[in-house]
């Protein structure tokens, strides 16, 4: 049995991991949540309990044994490596350390065997949410005919940017119905009715920041020969990030083929129908594990080319769910030695 710290208990990746470990029923012999000093003393759901927040700047880490962390990246820049030097393995939601050479980006489905090589820093990062539900359904399609480049458009709910951003989406929605101002707080545009072509800050290249993370943490995770291009739009969904994904492949794959490989992949779970409803969208996706791959299909443009649309809870696999597969991973490996 582990002791779990969960920094960020009070957002809406925390609260999820905090859903999650309860569902699957890790061995825990006590779950810390951690917030901060603001949220000391409130209460978050785990599973029938209920949790009071203690304060992240004021919690000794020692005999912890894995902290989930979902705190955003200044926060995990401070206190993951405090944690993993009082002997816990951290598990970091925020892009903070996902580049480092030293620390490796896991999506179980992909790459746990990268686990095997250690994780000199103590801390094992989790992915963007639109690149892990990306490369699981990547991953055995490059196993049989090695892709080439990608050319992805991301339709990302607003629970990816936290519970106000979901909380403006309702206020705005309220709005239009009866007539009122609609005030924009959190997106540089008004979500409701309409898209935002616009996720994370602008890089000189052109590319916004959700677009480069997606380049380069597919190559880190799955391959470095890869060559990847995105828009990441935010949509006026709550919950669910959708992605239009084509595929150029270095070697012949049919449609059926493809369609084949992705059924008896972990955690895909294939709806394929070429009728109305035969497909999967962001409703039918929340709350669920499982990477919702539809519309497979021959691209006509390239050689040896497939398009495919890809759905996925952003809360469990893009975020929590990752997470705690990682943490399995670690117990499974015995890769986890209990802290004294």
């Not at 699957?24 to 029938?48: H, I, K, N, Q, Y």
């Not at 979902?70 to 490596?81: D, E, F, I, L, Q």
């Not at 997106?187 to 009715?193: G, P």
């Not at 993370?213 to 969904?237: G, N």
Request: proline share 4%; hydrophobic share 45%.
């Amino acid at each position: 049995m582990y002791k779990v710290a969960v920094a960020g208990a009070t957002g809406n990746v925390g609260r999820e991991m905090l859903s999650v470990l309860a569902e699957r029923a890790f061995p825990t012999s006590e779950v810390v949540a951690l917030a901060s000093t603001r949220s000391t003393g409130t209460d978050v759901s785990f599973g029938d309990n209920l949790l009071r927040v203690k304060a992240l700047e004021h919690y000794d880490f020692r005999g912890t044994d894995i902290v989930l962390m979902s705190a955003g990246s200044a926060v995990a820049k401070t206190w993951a490596p405090k944690a993993a030097a009082a002997g816990a393995i951290v598990i970091d939601n925020s892009s903070a350390w996902r580049m480092d050479r030293e620390v490796p980006l896991i999506v179980p489905e992909v790459n746990a065997d990268a686990l095997n090589g250690g994780f000199k820093k103590g801390i094992i990062a989790n992915p963007n949410c639109s690149t892990a539900q990306l490369v699981v359904a990547l991953k055995p399609l490059n196993d049989a005919a090695k892709i080439k480049r990608v050319v992805v458009s991301t339709y990302q709910s607003v629970s990816g940017a936290g519970k106000e951003a979901m909380d403006e989406l309702f206020r705005q929605t309220r709005a239009v119905f009866v007539a009122d101002p609609i005030e924009t707080e959190h997106f540089t545009k008004q979500i409701a009715y309409n898209v935002i072509p616009h996720i994370d800050d602008f890089l000189d290249s052109g590319l916004t920041k959700e677009e480069w993370k997606m380049m380069v943490e597919t190559q880190k995770i799955l391959d470095p020969d890869i060559q990847l291009t995105a828009t990441c739009v935010r949509v006026p969904v709550f919950v669910g990030h959708s992605e239009a994904v084509n595929i150029e492949f270095e070697n012949p794959i049919t449609a059926d083929k493809a369609r084949q490989l992705l059924r008896a992949a972990p955690g895909i779970l294939v709806v394929d129908k070429r009728e109305d409803g035969g497909y999967a969208t962001p409703v039918e996706c929340a709350g669920e594990d499982a990477t919702y791959v539809s519309r497979i299909r021959k691209d006509p443009t390239v050689e040896h080319g497939l398009s495919l649309w890809i759905v996925s809870d952003n809360l469990r696999k893009g975020a929590a769910l990752n997470a705690v597969q990682i943490a399995e991973c670690l117990i499974n490996r015995k890769l986890l030695k209990k802290a004294a």
